[in-house]
């Protein structure tokens, strides 16, 4: 590991400013992003949650840097047990499942392998105990992957009208968005 990025990560607290901070740091040095990705997926290093925050803020500004690292990062949600860095891995997995339907120029493509490992992870953080931001990430992935998958909106309502009564009012107004847009 990079001494350089590890102690970047060391420093990195919740705060916004300072996640973004770093994130601007590893826009301006690309190189560090392949580690990056590699520290998200090894839940052992201690900053592993950290450098997870800082890939969300870098999928903002570049999400096309992770294109070639996309089978790795495709096949590790699996891996990730921690809500620190669930919630912003969900976030990227939201951009990277938007960007491949848009269909332009700078689109991410994905492989079907790809697109079943976001829709094996979207559904195991649905109905998992973690927190609501993640559940939110997890819908709307879904509902975007229903309308290619014909058997995700069904499969998606059935949970969303099950759980419905048991969460926060943030989940009842995604789950609600989303169900109106299945029916």
Not at 22 to 45: G, M, Q, R, T, Y
Not at 104 to 131: G, H, M, R
Request: proline residues 2%.
């Amino acid at each position: 590991m990079s001494s350089e990025l590890q102690s970047k990560l060391n420093y990195v607290t919740a705060y916004r400013e300072n996640r973004l901070k770093v994130a601007k740091e590893i826009l301006e040095n690309k190189f560090f992003f392949e580690e990056l990705v590699a520290v998200c997926f090894s839940p052992s290093d201690k900053n592993h949650h950290k450098a997870c925050w800082i890939l969300e803020f870098v999928s903002y500004e570049e999400l096309n840097w992770l294109q070639p690292h996309l089978d790795f990062f495709c096949s590790n949600l699996k891996i990730l047990k921690d809500e620190s860095a669930i919630r912003p891995i969900a976030k990227v997995v939201q951009l990277v499942i938007k960007s491949h339907y848009k269909k332009n120029e700078n689109s991410i493509l994905l492989s079907e392998t790809n697109l079943q490992e976001c829709i094996e992870a979207s559904f195991d953080w649905l109905i998992n105990d973690v927190k609501v931001a993640t559940k939110a990430y997890s819908i709307r992935t879904l509902y975007i992957l229903g309308n290619y998958y014909n058997w995700i909106h069904p499969e998606l309502q059935i949970i969303l009208n099950k759980d419905y009564a048991y969460h926060s009012a943030a989940y009842k107004a995604v789950a609600k968005e989303v169900l109106k847009k299945i029916e």
